[in-house]
């Protein structure tokens, strides 16, 4: 089993920051693929940014420039440095990691930004 949990959400003006923390445990290797995902209400989940075991990584056009996706092996842990947030990056955002062609996801994190 594999268990993810997200943190570092939280209500930011716009135009401020925010990390999200994403730590991983159980049956994991620390090359997993990972990413982050978010809902905002009424809306499809999408993808937001990736890391792939090889360190590359890739974003949504919405938040290129603006978000980074990082990883700490030791850690078990992906991180999200969000910049220049806007009132659309709203949404709840969820941790993803594949492991033996499973996704597994974590519970989210809800980020509001205000306008």
């Known amino acids: 089993q594999v268990q993810l949990v997200e943190s570092g959400g939280g209500l930011v003006q716009a135009g401020g920051s925010l990390r999200l923390s994403c730590a991983a445990s159980?049956?994991?290797?620390?090359?997993?693929?990972m990413g982050w995902y978010r809902q905002a209400p009424g809306k499809q989940r999408e993808l937001v940014a990736a890391i792939t075991s090889g360190g590359s990584t890739n974003y949504a056009d919405s938040v290129k420039g603006r978000f980074t996706i990082s990883r700490d092996r030791a850690k078990n842990t992906v991180y999200l440095q969000m910049m220049t947030l806007k009132a659309e990056d709203t949404a709840v955002y969820y941790c993803?990691?594949?492991?033996?062609?499973?996704?597994?996801w974590g519970k989210g994190t809800l980020v509001t930004v205000s306008s």
């Open positions: 159980g049956s994991i290797f620390s090359i997993n693929p």
């Open positions: 993803a990691l594949d492991s033996r062609m499973v996704r597994y």
